[in-house]
């Protein structure tokens, strides 16, 4: 609890928590102007999604280049001379920011089924909308976590530049391949092509599983890392 | 809090003749590289004692005493201090009773001096009204009250160096660990500081510049090619009329052996 509480804190004074709680509704106001000027519903969803994916990987940036922080100011090494077990200072910087995530994705949609004409407003239920919205944070995880892998060796500006450079290195190729590419980055695709007469939520489902399960992985690896680092 | 450590033992009249021991380091070994910089090290060291540890490879010191703190590993060998060996120990009981402070003093620059204090105590256990009590006892002592309230990123090193000695010192541990203390201090604070009240207390010092450390260790230990090999009162350095220094240290190893 103390560690939570200390890595809340430091998420929040370095205006990081802030950052990943912001990004989601600046995706939503700017889709809400494109949507406006444009005229056109699917104009608005695509931008919608197109900016809510960049708010995933920039929080996974900010995330990274926090703990990265973390670890070259000696910061861990002063709580880890404290007893602090590392897996447990790996598992607070990846579950705070990921709540912080979840929450900050909850109140962009809700700010979004207010302000546009989207589908998501005419879901036909809130189940739907919620796993639409939990898909789309999702990939937003692994992404984390892979930050923090990043993290452990590399500095802050590279760590930061890293998670950027893997999110577009991951996305071209989805994006490219259409609708094979569905499982992996759904929640996007989701927001972009809201169907009202779709309840998409087996598939929201599954990408919220397969993010969780690579997340997962990566995280796991993370701690491994951090576990054999000097400090 | 653990039970691993002999406090009755300690306690009693006969802890002054029995010197149980505060730092025991068995067959510890470090490649870094290709380079063994600690390579069977063998240490024990008696309860009570401040003592010096310098290496002709001036890395091997401040290695040795990250790998007791527990923030390098070791590629074998075992490290026991205060009688509890880290990866066994209680958390709690760990930080109470072991105490570092490194090169970098480490501290989160976001926090405050009092905040960095608070929360070590609070890592060790530290609970209640005593922990109030410790933090205005350190911050009076280190006299850190001025800069209480200021976050440590506008503070400048000496500050930094004192409010992490301040924090290592909170918990009252048993065993200290000091990497190359107190760079910044004027010599007569470092001296004033550094002389660190215990007759329970253990305290190794890691430096490159052993001749800072006098009038404050009473032990020397030296680590040449990854091993132990000079452990000894600082009496007899002056009995062989050699000065404080890593050559001193040399040379009275060469005669010991």
Known sequence: ?????????????????????????????????????????EAGRIALAVGLATAA????????????????????????VRAVPRTALVGAWFVLP???????????????????????????????????????????LPLSAAGLVVAVYAPVRVTMVAVIGLAVIVAVPLVMLGDAAVHAASGYWLVAGMDPANRPITIGLQAIGLCMAVAGLLWGVAALLFLRRDL | MPTSTPDALWSSPAAGRLRPVGVEVNDLARRVGNQPLLDGIELAVPVGTRA??????????????????????????????AGLQRGSAIPEGWARRIGFVGADPGIPLWMTAAESLDL??????????????????????????AIRDRPLQHAGRIILERTALAAALLPDPEVLLLDEPLRAAAPPDRLRLLRIPGERRTVLIASRYPA????????????????????????????????????GLTALADLVS
């Open chain 1, 98 to 140: 990921a709540l912080a995530v979840l929450v900050a994705f909850v109140l962009a949609g809700i700010l979004a089924g207010l302000a546009l004409p989207l589908a998501l407003l005419q879901a036909p239920d809130a189940i739907a909308v919620a796993v639409i919205l939990v898909a789309a944070a999702a990939p937003g």
């Open chain 1, 1 to 41: 609890m103390i560690l939570t509480i200390h890595v809340a804190r430091q998420l929040w004074i370095q205006l990081r928590l802030l950052g990943i709680l912001a990004l989601p509704a600046i995706a939503t106001f700017v889709a809400v102007i494109v949507d406006g000027q444009s005229g056109s519903r």
């Open chain 2, 52 to 81: 010096l540890l310098a290496g002709v490879d001036a890395e091997a010191p401040s290695l040795l005493l990250r790998i007791m703190a527990g923030l390098a590993r070791a590629d074998r060998g075992t490290v026991t201090l």
């Open chain 1, 57 to 80: 990987v920039l929080s996974a940036a900010l995330v990274g280049s926090g703990f990265a922080e973390e670890i070259r100011s000696g910061a861990a090494a002063w709580l880890v």
């Open chain 2, 212 to 247: 800072q450390q006098g009038g404050i260790v009473d032990r020397v230990i030296l680590i040449r090619d990854g091993r132990v090999t000079l452990h000894a009162p600082i009496g007899e350095l002056d009995a062989q009329r050699l000065p404080l220094s890593l050559r």
């Open chain 2, 120 to 145: 070590a105590a609070r890592l060790s256990g530290i609970d209640g009204p005593d922990r109030q009590r410790r933090i205005e006892e350190s911050l009076q002592h280190f006299q850190l009250g």
